[in-house]
Nanobody
Framework: QVQLVESGGGLVWPGGSLRLSCTASRSIDSINAMAWYRQAPGREREFVALITSGGSINYADSVKDRFTMSRGNAKIPVYLQMNNLKPEDTAVYYC?????????????WGQGTQVTVSS
């Protein structure tokens, strides 16, 4: 089991920045990958960014060059720096951890943090 808690969301003007943090109950070294997803009202949850235990990072095209995912320390293993925010970035942002157990990938989710971009 992995418990995840997101923080750092809020209300920001278009063009502004926020940094999201995700704390985990287990060391990131025991987690195969961590990711950020988001879900806007009335829309499906969508992929934002992912970092593997080896340090490889992938981004959705919609956030590339604006968002940066990074690894922190054992207590706060991942961050999501969001710059040049747009109204369409408004969503609940979720932290995701993927733990490989044999041939099964177990997914764990946080409760989400609201990001609102509005003037």
């Amino acid at each position: 089991q992995v418990q995840l808690v997101e923080s750092g969301g809020g209300l920001v003007w278009p063009g502004g920045s926020l940094r999201l943090s995700c704390t985990a109950s287990r060391s990131i070294d025991s987690i195969n990958a961590m990711a950020w997803y988001r879900q806007a009202p009335g829309r499906e949850r969508e992929f934002v960014a992912l970092i593997t235990s080896g340090g490889s990072i992938n981004y959705a095209d919609s956030v590339k060059d604006r968002f940066t995912m990074s690894r922190g320390n054992a207590k706060i293993p991942v961050y999501l720096q969001m710059n040049n925010l747009k109204p369409e970035d408004t969503a609940v942002y979720y932290c995701n951890a993927r733990v490989l157990s044999g041939l099964t990938v177990n997914n764990y989710w946080g409760q989400g943090t609201q990001v609102t971009v509005s003037s």
